[in-house]
């Protein structure tokens, strides 16, 4: 009695395949070395196939690789905003909005914004998220999510306003400060978004 193959096992195409995964994955591999750090078990490849492997490996070539520059120049022309003390409420209001959409095009996202009015969020992109320097990875589907809450390294907004009961439950019992009350943050407003 014959014994019926295994689906795929003798598959041409899918052994080529494979084979050049792995010779995908061995270059990858010699390209990152100069890189390499603990960072690469952060997968355990014994139990990923090749392809998500290269995946991964693809990903933390282009991290390496890509240049740290501040925001402002990751637009072609660079970014330049009018200081906030020369511009009134409502030229102020258009351009923030205009700007959110620049950034979000850029794929960064703001997050936490709704304590801050219009002139305070558009003073924070001017003053700290255009000069920062960060990594740009050119087509990558990640966003940059930059927490405008934390923003002076002060928990206390977060606290105030976006901490959810578990999370204030949990800070105060590990840090045994004294919590601020929570309030509902007054500057609401809709800005585009992306998971994390």
Not at 11 to 37: C, G, I, S, T, Y
Not at 65 to 74: G, S, V, Y
Not at 89 to 117: M, N
Not at 136 to 145: A, F, G, V
Request: hydrophobic fraction near 35%; proline fraction near 9%; charge should be negative.
């Amino acid at each position: 009695m014959s014994q019926s193959p295994v689906p795929g096992h003798h598959d041409p195409l899918r052994r080529a395949d494979e084979v050049e995964q792995l010779l995908v994955n061995a270059q990858l591999r010699d390209e990152l070395e100069p890189f390499l750090d603990d960072s690469i078990t952060g997968l355990n490849l014994e139990e990923v196939p090749t392809r998500v492997e290269n995946e991964y490996l693809r990903s933390m070539l282009a991290w390496e690789r890509a240049p740290m520059l501040p925001i402002a120049k990751w637009f072609e022309p660079e970014l330049q905003l009018p200081a906030p003390d020369t511009l009134d409420d409502e030229q102020l209001h258009d351009q923030l909005w205009e700007t959110v959409q620049k950034l979000y095009d850029q794929r960064i996202v703001l997050e936490f914004t709704d304590h801050l009015s219009d002139r305070q969020l558009y003073t924070l992109i001017y003053r700290d998220i255009l000069p920062a320097y960060e990594k740009r990875i050119e087509e990558s589907e990640h966003y940059l999510h930059w927490d405008c809450a934390d923003a002076g390294g002060d928990t206390d907004v977060w606290l105030r306003y976006y901490a959810s009961d578990e999370d204030r439950l949990s800070w105060s019992e590990t840090t045994e400060g004294e919590l601020p009350p929570a309030e509902t943050p007054p500057f609401p407003r809709n800005l585009p978004r992306r998971p994390l």
